[in-house]
């Protein structure tokens, strides 16, 4: 069975600072990992995916990615936030890139 | 290309009524599934097509039937439609080459409200 775990319903950051999104799976064989960003009342959007190849994954918007499989995570990470960033973010798991198992979501607002 | 399409947005129905949600997609892509999306659960997978004709059941199916009888479109069917069917619908499909491999496309969504 695969499941995943975001540390933090909401994190609140100020513009400029640091953006650090946590997931964590569990997974009984090497995962397809995803992160999606989805604005207020539109559908998902994809950010970056993990298949096994670089460990470091950069997407789009400035946001990456690393696959730790010691720590079995996948936190999503940017630099420097900006206003625009404020959506909700949700992590993903899959063997194969189909059945999507989804984190719970966590809602991202950025403090000018 | 218009990805995935869904309709309707937005859908108001009274305990017992029946309704299908439309979903099409013109990406010639053989995986779609349908998700339901829940404040504080994420999404949760409720059933998936591995292509025309092949239907499966995901996390939470009662209630919704499907049918693929075309690569194109996955229409999502409430029975009897119950408050606890209250939700956002997404409707997806899978690309399977390219840089666009493993990834899953999301329609816009159709938002349920079931009295």
């Known amino acids: 069975a695969q499941s995943v775990t975001q540390l933090g319903s909401h994190v609140s950051v100020s513009e400029g600072a640091l953006v650090l999104l946590r997931c964590n799976y569990s997974?009984?064989?090497?995962?397809?990992l995803f992160w999606y960003v989805q604005y207020p009342n539109q559908g998902l959007q994809l950010l970056l995916k993990?298949?096994?190849?670089?460990?470091l994954v950069k997407g789009i918007n400035g946001f990456e990615a690393e696959f730790k499989k010691s720590e079995t995570s996948f936190h999503l990470t940017k630099p420097s936030a900006h206003m625009s960033d404020a959506a909700e973010y949700f992590c993903?798991?899959?063997?194969?890139?189909?059945?999507?198992?989804f984190g719970e979501g966590t809602q991202l607002t950025v403090n000018p | 290309n218009a990805g995935v399409t869904q309709t309707p947005k937005f859908q108001v129905l009274k305990t017992g009524q029946s309704m299908t949600l439309q979903c099409a997609q013109d990406m010639n892509h053989e995986y779609m599934s349908w998700y339901r999306q829940d404040p504080g659960m994420g999404l949760r997978l409720i059933h998936y097509s591995v292509g025309a004709g092949i239907t499966d059941q995901g996390e939470v199916p009662n209630g919704y039937n499907v049918s693929r009888s075309t690569t194109e479109d996955f229409p999502l069917r409430l029975l009897s439609a119950a408050p606890s069917q209250t939700s956002v619908y997404f409707c997806?499909?899978?690309?399977?080459?390219?840089?666009?491999?493993?990834?899953?496309?999301f329609g816009p969504g159709t938002r349920l409200t079931v009295l």
């Open positions: 993903a798991v899959s063997f194969s890139g189909s059945r999507l198992t």
């Open positions: 993990y298949t096994s190849a670089a460990t």
């Open positions: 997974s009984s064989v090497p995962p397809y």
């Open positions: 997806a499909s899978r690309g399977t080459s390219g840089r666009f491999d493993n990834e899953q496309f």
